[in-house]
């Protein structure tokens, strides 16, 4: 009797390690999930700030009369397409939606990189002062997206391992964590650009 009821602790004991185990990595998990969608939260942020720049700057450049009015357009319609995408914590999840919005966004950035070369034309414009507010704003916002983009990155890599090494690929197939989607580069800028004189 005595080396049965031994037996039983033993199993018994081993069952609420496994136990123990299981929530310690759940949870885990859920730190780990938590940290993405507090990542995402921020790369969020700092795409509205640069959304809320951009009418400001359009509209500063339209004081000048002669501006080159295809170079707003497409700022203005670029802005409107990633002003229009449905963007929630969950698009994470989705590899395909997260390359649409970026793809949106990639297209931005594009229409006002090419907005500061033209504007080099202007020195009307590039002397006023809210102009080179805007401007400076702009900047320091494309770099803080590039750091948010970054730690998301990170904080996604910390997350996807998580979820599969062993054993706690286990529990996360059984709890239903599945891969996140990461910020990739463009296509084409693996390749230094061109320059010529």
Known sequence: MKGFLIGVGVVVGLGILLVLYYMGAYNGLVGKQEAVNNSW??????????????PQLVATVKGVANFEKSTLTAV???????GTMQINKDIVDNPQA????????????????????????????????NFSELQSQLEGTENRIAVARRDFNATVQDYNVGIRTMPTSIIANMSGFRPKAYFEAAAGNEKAPEVKF
């Open 98 to 129: 997260m390359k649409k919005f970026d793809e949106a966004q990639g297209q931005l950035t594009g229409a006002l990189s090419r907005l500061m070369v033209v504007v080099e034309k202007y020195p009307e414009l590039k002397a006023t002062s």
């Open 41 to 54: 939260a921020q790369v969020q942020t700092q795409y509205q700030r640069r959304g809320d720049l951009v």
């Open 76 to 82: 203005v319609e670029a802005r409107a397409k990633v």
